[in-house]
Nanobody, 122 residues
Framework: VQLQAFGGGLVLAGGFLRLSCAAS????????MAWFRQAPGKERELVAV????????HYVRSVQNRFTISRTNHLNTANLEMNSLKPDDTAVYYC????????????????WGRGTLVTVSS
């Protein structure tokens, strides 16, 4: 599956952005979809992941109650709505896909899209 993330940009602290990940291929509904981010000088971290059927989600603690991950399987898209953005949310955001894991959240991801830059100014 090929992934393409878009929707990044520059926003003021407290603002909102919506990232989208478009996937190619007929088997999108079989993949768990995730958003990762990597800030300058920091390691990549998992931000949120949603199960293949869209029922189960997981968020890193720093974005809980601010970010919402969702997916629309018949459109092959996964989204990340980001509210109350903070300067610490500044990073390149990547979407990723994996399948076949019974562990939650899945520990490894097979497919990655190019990142989209989110910059939050104070």
């Amino acid at each position: 599956v090929q992934l393409q993330a878009f929707g990044g940009g520059l926003v003021l602290a407290g603002g909102f952005l919506r990232l989208s990940c478009a996937a190619s291929g007929p088997t999108f509904a079989s993949y768990h979809m995730a958003w990762f981010r990597q800030a300058p000088g920091k390691e990549r971290e998992l931000v949120a992941v949603i199960s293949d059927g869209g029922i189960t989600t997981h968020y890193v603690r720093s974005v809980q109650n601010r970010f919402t991950i969702s997916r629309t399987n018949h459109l092959n898209t996964a989204n990340l709505e980001m509210n109350s953005l903070k300067p610490d949310d500044t990073a390149v955001y990547y979407c990723a896909a994996t399948e076949g894991w019974s562990r939650w959240p899945p520990p490894r991801y097979t497919y990655w899209g190019r990142g989209t830059l989110v910059t939050v100014s104070s």
